[in-house]
């Protein structure tokens, strides 16, 4: 049995309810840069996984960690989060300090730390944790990804990260929006592919 194999885990975000049942929108694993980031991973020889949380818009963190843990997360791991499925990522290794991975990407991360309540989010207490002051020390990088003209609430989580992690390493774009296919003008993403094949 092949143990610590290199692996990627990327996570989606969090759809509205409306999109959820829009069958002419690709789910959230399908869409915006996942399909050719999990293709190109795989063609490095890396196993990829893009996991689906069942009905998102209204699942329990309970149920993400469900998701997540149908696979091997390991010290070769890289993980990657975009949205709120960044939140999940810093919540979940939070909450497992024991657990080392290779590498952290958070894709304009959300927190939901003005704790909005106008969204289809159902799960209040989702971002309630307490974080782990020695989260970087989890991974060999950790690293945020941040559009100067994403959403006001994605700014003010990734600030929440500076502040709990002053040495939290951020790099910057321009005009990426909420690194979504619209924003980017692309379903490609050649920076984070650097990034995570960067060793």
């Known amino acids: 049995m092949i143990t610590n194999r290199k692996n990627a885990i990327l996570l989606h975000g969090l759809p509205s309810k409306n999109e959820y049942y829009n ?24 196993e990829t996984h893009t996991p689906e949380v069942f009905k998102v818009y209204n699942a329990s963190y309970a149920d993400w960690v469900k998701e997540i843990e149908r696979y091997d997360i390991n010290e070769a791991s890289i993980l990657v989060g975009h949205s709120m ?36 989010f159902e799960d209040i207490d989702f971002f309630t944790f307490k974080p782990n002051p020695q989260l970087l ?45 619209k924003g980017m003008q692309s379903d490609k993403f050649p920076e984070l592919l650097e990034e995570c094949l960067y060793e």
């Not at 929108?25 to 980031?37: I, K, Q, R």
């Open 137 to 181: 020390l989890q991974a060999n990088k950790v690293i945020i990804y941040s559009s100067d003209n994403d959403m006001e609430s994605v700014k003010n989580s990734v600030k929440y990260l500076e502040k709990l992690y002053p040495d939290i390493k951020i790099k910057s774009f321009h005009n990426y929006g909420h690194f979504t296919s």
């Open 23 to 46: 069958s002419n929108v690709a789910s959230a694993s399908n869409a915006h840069w996942f399909p050719w980031l999990q293709n190109q991973l795989l063609t490095h020889d890396i």
């Open 85 to 120: 499925g960044a939140g999940f990522w810093v919540r979940y290794l939070s909450e497992h300090p024991n657990l080392t991975i290779k590498s952290l990407i958070l894709v304009a991360p959300w927190l939901n730390v003005e704790k909005q309540k106008e969204i289809d």
